[in-house]
């Protein structure tokens, strides 16, 4: 099994910026597409950035083209989501996304970011 644990979540005014971590440990065979998802308050959960197994494609949510950088360490089994110039839409719960080399999607726990002034 994959675990996924985020970190990095946390209070920021307008205008600021976070950096969201993402670490997998466990038996991982090999990680493909590794994905941040959000769910705002009241909301469905959304696609918000991908990566793909280099690194070396990403896809953005046009919400957030521009402001945020997805980017991942495959050789730490790692993943980064740079958030730059957050605006209170952007509060919600962020989750880290892995699919493995059998098809298998792993999810994090979750980390809250809030947007406030």
């Known amino acids: 099994q994959v675990q996924l644990g985020e970190s990095g979540g946390g209070l920021v005014h307008p205008g600021g910026s976070l950096r969201l971590s993402c670490a997998a440990s466990?038996?991982?065979?090999?990680?493909?597409?590794m994905n941040w998802y959000r769910q705002p308050p009241g909301k469905q959960r959304e696609l918000v950035a991908s990566?793909?197994?280099?690194?070396?494609?990403?896809y953005y949510a046009d919400s957030v083209k521009g402001r945020f950088t997805i980017s991942r360490d495959v050789s730490l089994n790692a993943m980064y989501l740079q958030m730059n110039s957050l605006k209170p839409e952007d509060t919600a719960v962020y989750y880290c996304?892995?699919?493995?080399?059998?098809?298998?999607?792993?999810w994090g726990q979750g980390t809250q970011v809030t947007v406030s002034s």
């Open positions: 996304n892995a699919l493995d080399g059998f098809g298998r999607a792993f």
């Open positions: 990566v793909n197994t280099g690194g070396t494609t990403t």
């Open positions: 466990g038996r991982i065979f090999r990680l493909n597409a």
